[in-house]
């Protein structure tokens, strides 16, 4: 089987409010399919394997519980290890950074080198979109 992150993309940048990850697996082989029981996930190594939730060939979850008991993710970098099996055992495992930035409600009032960098590149190509576009 094969594992990895793919929003954000490794090293990308999450909401500390919404620390939603998505992961895509997929079998090695076909007549060997996924147990998605197997799915499991740790953050900064922490094993937060019962926040996620699976579907077909996607599994998505936040890094840290919600629960206003528990402590909220902190802003910064944070380490995800992913790993899943198949039917008949074979394992594979991701690593990935993600970085956690300020809340989304802190974020929009927040100065350009706040947001994430994604953000940027987007504004940056409907900036340059709408230039072309308007005469």
């Known amino acids: 089987p094969a594992i990895a992150l793919v929003q954000p993309q490794d090293g990308g940048a999450v909401y500390q409010d919404r620390p939603?990850?998505?992961l895509r697996f997929t079998a090695g082989e076909m007549t060997d399919p996924i147990d998605a029981t197997s799915l499991a996930v740790n953050v900064d190594g922490v094993d937060r394997s019962k926040l996620f939730q699976s579907s077909g060939s996607d599994a998505w979850g936040p890094l840290a519980p919600s629960a206003a008991a528990d402590p909220p993710l902190t802003v910064?970098?944070?380490r995800i290890?992913?790993?899943i099996c198949s039917q008949r055992?074979?394992?594979a495992m991701t690593q990935a950074t993600v970085?956690?930035?300020p809340n989304a409600?802190?974020?929009t009032s927040a100065p350009a080198t706040a947001r994430?960098?994604?953000q940027r590149i987007l504004d940056a190509a409907l900036n340059a979109a709408r230039r072309i576009i308007t005469p």
């Open 20 to 22: 939603v990850i998505v």
């Open 116 to 118: 994430s960098i994604h």
């Open 76 to 78: 910064g970098v944070h």
């Open 89 to 91: 055992g074979a394992c």
């Open 81 to 83: 290890m992913a790993r």
């Open 105 to 107: 409600a802190t974020a």
């Open 99 to 101: 970085l956690a930035i």
